[in-house]
Structures are given as structure tokens and as C-alpha cells.
């Protein structure tokens, strides 16, 4: 199997590759700098690793050519980026955060080439836990009581630098129910005024596009928990 790693930073890159190879891993392994190379460059055959920190790095038109990719993808990053892993309407084979163990990479890999959809330990246990646990895990900061779906969008359109008007044109809605639900979400995570509510919702982004993306396919998501029952 062709394997290409598509790295945003040289020496973790170099650092994974090294592990494979001393692993004794019999696969063919390429480095590449997306950034240098564009994605239209690509082998149709080849399998695919993307570092989810250089699809910040890249601009829209690379990233929808990789999701037009038609092989497997093993997505690699952050519990918070795994919004990714909807994005790429579930083309990806997993989803493997940086934290976890080296092993549970070359579980990711033999199922990369079963083309299945892998999630590792940490991913699982991740959305296994409930909806207050996993705002807490992913926004490291204690919550009152657990944002709804709809308070989770509002703190997204915040991060768009939509004003409570613009979000109240943009749903259909009144003035008075958006900054109603503005007040909501600053109780329960104990936010003081405007800016305090926008900084957090900044400084949060990826946590709560992935939150909202957990949401969005509770299907897929109850169905990934089902088949590692046990």
C-alpha cells in the first residue's frame, strides 16, 4: 500500500514516519508539504494521512479537491477537529487524535486498508459521554448546565461576527429571542458581558463546530458507539 502524509508541521511528520518505519510497517511512505504540493499532484491510488492542522493552513479549493478524493482518509488531529471527520462525509476511514498511544495508529492503519471506518480509544470514549461532558471536555470549562443545539449555532454565528440583529434577520427571529438566548448561554458557562461571551466563542471556535457536527449526525455517531460495544 502507497501511504502520503500530509503534515503541517515538519518534525511531527518526520517523527511519525520514523515510528512507522521502526515498527517494521511494510508500507511505502511519502512526505509531503501541502503547502509546497498541491493536492491535484496526488496518485488516485494512493492512501491517504492528513494532519488536520494543515487543513487550517490551507484554502477552500484544496480542501474540496481532497474531498472529492475517492480513496480512504485517515484523519489525524485533535478531539476538536474531528468536526473534520463529518466534513469529509465520513470518506474518511478515522479519526485518530495526536494524544493517544502510538498502537492505536496502526489499528488505524490496518483498518485504513480495510477501508472502514476507524475512531480510536479516545475519540470513542469521547462521544460515548454525555452532552454535558463533552462541552466540558471540549471547552475545558465548567458549564452551569449543558448548551442546547441551538445556543451551540448562536456562538457560532458569534465566531461568523454576526451581530444579534443579523442572526435575528438570518433565522427569522426577534431581537429579543436571540439576545434572550445570548443570556442563556453566558449563565450557564458564567460569562460576564458581550465581550466575555464573544472571546469565549473565539477563542472556542473548533470545539464548537465540532460539538454542533456531533449534533448534526447523532446517527452516525449512535451507530459508531453501537459497533464498539463490548
Not at 503547502?35 to 479549493?61: E, G, W, Y
Not at 458581558?193 to 452516525?220: P, V
Request: hydrophobic share 35%; glycine share 4%; proline share 1%.
Amino acid at each position: 500500500m502507497d501511504l502520503t502524509l500530509l503534515y503541517a508541521n515538519k518534525l511531527e511528520g518526520e517523527a511519525l514516519s520514523y515510528a512507522i518505519q521502526n515498527k517494521g510497517y511494510h508500507i511505502k511512505l511519502k512526505h509531503m508539504d501541502f503547502r509546497a504540493q498541491p493536492p491535484v499532484s496526488l496518485h488516485k491510488s494512493l492512501f491517504l494521512i492528513i494532519d488536520t492542522n494543515l487543513l487550517f493552513q490551507m484554502n477552500r479549493s484544496k480542501i474540496d479537491r481532497l474531498f472529492n478524493f475517492p480513496d480512504c482518509i485517515l484523519l489525524l488531529g485533535r478531539l476538536s477537529h474531528l468536526f473534520w471527520f463529518f466534513k469529509f462525509n465520513y470518506k474518511s476511514s478515522g479519526f485518530i487524535s495526536k494524544k493517544e498511544e502510538v498502537h492505536h495508529f496502526y489499528t488505524g492503519l490496518n483498518e485504513l486498508q480495510r477501508k472502514k471506518i476507524f475512531l480510536s480509544k479516545k475519540v470513542i470514549s469521547f462521544i460515548k459521554k454525555d452532552n454535558y461532558s463533552k462541552q466540558k471536555v471540549m471547552f475545558n470549562h465548567d458549564l452551569i448546565q449543558h448548551l442546547t443545539k441551538t445556543e451551540l449555532e448562536i456562538m457560532s454565528e458569534i465566531t461568523n461576527r454576526k451581530t444579534t440583529q443579523q442572526i435575528a434577520d438570518n433565522w427569522h427571529r426577534s431581537h429579543h429571542t436571540i439576545n434572550n438566548h445570548r443570556k442563556n448561554i453566558s449563565k450557564k458557562l458564567n460569562l460576564n458581558g458581550i465581550f466575555g461571551l464573544t472571546k469565549f466563542c473565539f477563542d472556542k471556535s473548533n470545539a464548537i463546530k465540532t460539538l454542533i457536527s456531533l449534533y448534526k449526525n447523532k446517527e452516525t455517531v449512535d451507530r459508531l458507539i453501537e459497533n464498539t460495544q463490548g
